[in-house]
């Protein structure tokens, strides 16, 4: 059984920092495409990042591209999500997923969810 489990959410200055981890386990995710989603109070979940395990691949929508990375441990089956320069509306409830199928990772497409992590942007 696949799960996901999101760490290293918390409050956080304008102009601050902070990585979140989702670690995977219950497969090999290699064949993956692993992505982050956010939601905030009254919107719709969206996309943030997303990275095809195996080749590393990234993709980003534009309200985070340069301030975003996502990355992978292959070691400790673990992907991060480092926030830069975060901005009061990126706070939200963060949400780690993976899904089997690589195509289309922007789409909230993926079969796994973890359970999210809160990051709060004081301004």
């Known amino acids: 059984q696949v799960q996901l489990v999101e760490s290293g959410g918390g409050l956080v200055q304008a102009g601050g920092s902070l990585r979140l981890s989702c670690a995977a386990s219950g497969r090999t995710f290699s064949s993956y495409k692993m992505g982050w989603f956010r939601q905030a109070p009254g919107k719709e979940r969206e996309f943030v990042a997303a990275i095809i395990w195996s080749g590393g691949m990234t993709y980003y929508p534009d309200s985070v591209n340069g301030r975003f990375t996502i990355s992978r441990d292959n070691a400790r089956n673990t992907v991060y999500l480092q926030m830069n320069s975060l901005k009061p509306e990126d706070t939200a409830v963060y949400y780690c997923?993976?899904?089997?199928?690589?195509?289309?990772?922007?789409?909230?497409?993926?079969?796994?969810w973890g359970q999210g992590t809160q990051v709060t942007v004081s301004s």
């Open positions: 997923a993976a899904d089997p199928h690589r195509f289309r990772p922007e789409a909230q497409e993926y079969e796994y």
